[in-house]
């Protein structure tokens, strides 16, 4: 039975110009272009020039979804969101600057902080404000500037994380429509919130102690991070389909955070899902954080591998812990 949701309209994408190769980093640390490559799936990243900052790259994105649904006859948004945990300062909000850049005129605007699972986060966000009336037409924005957070000593870190965003518009409509939302799934578990994050900044340190030097740096405990996303991607995977009411074979492609090519792997394995279905842009952009999921759709759609009406899993982890999935159809959509 058909029910109000929100529906996709638009698409857009856009990383900095400059491509950071392994090569380059493995100049400048101690790894290698085949250590990355096979550890993480990586070969490359973008990294934003001196004073771009994270709103730059939303306007960019945010001005081609706008674009992509215009070309389907698309409306006056009223909302906007952006998921980011590399907002452009601490205060105030960056999705308001985007919204202002954009001449959105004085809507509603906000930002999702959920780590890489920003931009489920955001869309469960939207698609809620939507279906309850709040909204009719909304912006959903992942968008991340991670470099200047990243530890020149700490090659963890370094040789993963890129910058870009991606970003979708979002009709009210109903969920019998190519490009509804479904429904989502999602999670957190703060017991484990020291396994990754970025200290400085926040009103603990600053109430308890001088910044030190490392607070401004995004910290990972890796390993344990890996296991957890493997876990919560899956979990989260199979309950929003059993919301969904969707078989997993019905599925025809998932799309999974793109942390690290071997956690996409893991994932299909414990889902049952061969590996044709995975989404897998990692190689080109490495791990954009909350943009990683718009940024896998971009390109998937850009290659043209989605049709009318097919099934899309999303589901993505990160920091909080956070997790969440969604499951979309796809919709009629032209790129800008
Ligand atoms: O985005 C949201 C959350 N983030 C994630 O989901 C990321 C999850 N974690 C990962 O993707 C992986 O754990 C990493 C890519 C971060 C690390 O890969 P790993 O296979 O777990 O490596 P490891 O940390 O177990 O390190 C194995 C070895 C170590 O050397 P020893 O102790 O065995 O001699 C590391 O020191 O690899 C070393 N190593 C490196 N070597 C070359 C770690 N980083 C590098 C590097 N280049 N960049």
Redesign the pocket.
């Given at each position: 039975m058909s029910r109000p949701a929100a529906v996709l309209t638009g698409l857009g994408a856009y990383v900095p110009p400059r491509t950071v190769p392994n090569e380059e980093?493995?100049r400048r640390?101690?790894?290698?272009d085949e250590?990355?490559v096979q550890?993480?799936g990586i070969s490359q990243r973008h990294w934003a020039d001196p004073g771009v900052a994270t709103s730059d790259l939303a306007v960019e994105a945010g001005h081609r979804a706008l674009k992509s649904a215009v070309s389907g006859g698309f409306g006056d948004i009223d909302m906007v969101v952006v998921a980011t945990t590399t907002p452009d300062q601490q205060c105030p909000a960056t999705a308001p600057d985007v919204a202002a850049r954009l001449d959105l005129g004085t809507v509603a605007a906000l930002d999702v902080a959920a780590?890489?699972t920003g931009f489920v986060y955001a869309l469960a966000t939207a698609s809620a404000a939507l279906v309850a009336g709040y909204a009719e037409r909304a912006l959903v924005v992942g968008a991340e500037t991670f470099h200047p957070f990243l530890n020149p000593a700490d090659?963890?870190?370094?040789?993963?994380?890129g910058d870009g965003a991606g970003a979708v518009t979002l009709r009210r409509g109903t969920s019998d429509e190519a490009g509804a939302v479904q429904t989502v799934d999602l999670g957190s578990d703060g017991t484990l919130k020291d396994l990754?994050g970025i200290p400085g900044n926040g009103s603990r340190p600053r109430s308890t102690r001088p910044m030190q030097p490392d607070d401004q740096y995004l910290y990972?405990h890796?390993?344990?991070?890996?296991a957890?996303?493997v876990n919560r991607m899956a979990q989260s995977s199979s309950a929003v389909l059993a919301k969904a009411g969707w078989d997993v074979d019905e599925v025809d492609h998932v799309v999974g955070?793109q942390?690290?090519l071997?956690?996409l792997h893991a994932l299909a394995r414990e889902l049952g899902v061969d590996r044709e279905r995975l989404v897998c842009h990692i190689d080109q952009v490495g791990?954009t954080?909350a943009a990683?999921i718009p940024l896998a759709l971009a390109d998937a759609a850009a290659k043209g591998h989605f049709q009318l009406h097919d099934r899309l899993l999303l589901t993505?982890?990160?920091?909080g812990l956070a997790w969440g999935s969604a499951a979309i159809t796809w919709p009629e959509i032209t790129l800008a």
């Open positions: 980093l493995s640390m101690d790894t290698s250590w990355i550890r993480t780590g890489c090659r963890g870190t370094a040789v993963i994380f990754v990972m890796g390993k344990e991070i890996f957890h996303a955070h942390a690290n071997r956690i791990n954080s990683s993505a982890f990160g920091a």
